[in-house]
Antibody
Framework: QVQLQESGPGLVKPSQTLSLTCTVSGGSISSGDYYWSWIRQLPGKGLEWIGY???????YYNPSLKSRVTISLDTSKNQFSLKLSSVTAADTAVYYC???????????WGQGTLVTVSP | EIVLTQSPDFQSVTPKEKVTITCRAS??????LHWYQQKPDQSPKLLIKFASQSFSGVTSRFSGSGSGTDFTLTINSLEAEDAATYYCHQSNSLPLTFGGGTKLEIK
């Protein structure tokens, strides 16, 4: 059973960089079948895809966030990470990591982690 | 960017009723439309993939239909545990997008 778990600071100051890590267990992120994704949910709002990374290191980002986002892999630790720079209060959200497959879609998700941007 | 518009935003229904939620895409997306269920304080769970394919382990009370721009999620014989927000999602083109959600309340 694949499991994903987000970790990182729950509070970030405005203008700083939000950094989160997703640890994957029960499956290898080096598998060529999946993209490793970040999705966020603003308070009381819907879901926004941030971007994903393939095992090769290829990345795809939402244009609305592209200038501030970096997603990377650490295959030795079976982890992938999100960095979002120059954050503002509008970036306060629950951040989810998820596995995405072309035939399975977002089939496994982490539990989500709330990140609040505040002085 | 493909915009997905769900309706209704909110629906209050009684147990054993049948519920229909719709999702309209701003352009044709074939059958690359998927449905998720999110209960309070939980992460979303995949229900239906590619418009009509049930995801593994999902009860047959959930079904999906549609293609092109108009899609439907149907929940038969509603149960109390179906109280949740339902989202549609398209994988036809990047950026991947989600609908605004339909909140289902069980009376």
């Amino acid at each position: 059973q694949v499991q994903l778990q987000e970790s990182g600071p729950g509070l970030v100051k405005p203008s700083q960089t939000l950094s989160l890590t997703c640890t994957v267990s029960g499956g290898s992120i080096s598998s060529g079948d999946y993209y490793w994704s970040w999705i966020r949910q603003l308070p009381g709002k819907g879901l926004e895809w941030i971007g994903y990374i393939y095992y090769s290191g290829s990345t795809y980002y939402n244009p609305s966030l592209k200038s501030r986002v970096t997603i990377s892999l650490d295959t030795s630790k079976n982890q992938f990470s999100l960095k979002l720079s120059s954050v503002t209060a509008a970036d306060t959200a629950v951040y989810y990591c998820a596995r995405y497959g072309s035939t399975t879609n977002f089939d496994y998700w982490g539990q989500g982690t709330l990140v609040t941007v505040s002085p | 960017e493909i915009v997905l518009t769900q309706s209704p935003d909110f629906q209050s229904v009684t147990p054993k009723e049948k519920v229909t939620i719709t999702c309209r895409a701003s352009q044709s997306i074939g059958s690359t439309l998927h449905w998720y269920q999110q209960k309070p304080d939980q992460s979303p769970k995949l229900l239906i993939k590619f418009a009509s394919q049930s995801f593994s382990g999902v009860t047959s009370r959930f079904s999906g239909s549609g293609s092109g721009t108009d899609f439907t999620l149907t929940i038969n014989s509603l149960e109390a545990e179906d109280a949740a927000t339902y989202y549609c999602h398209q994988s036809n083109s990047l950026p991947l997008t989600f609908g605004g959600g339909t909140k289902l309340e069980i009376k």
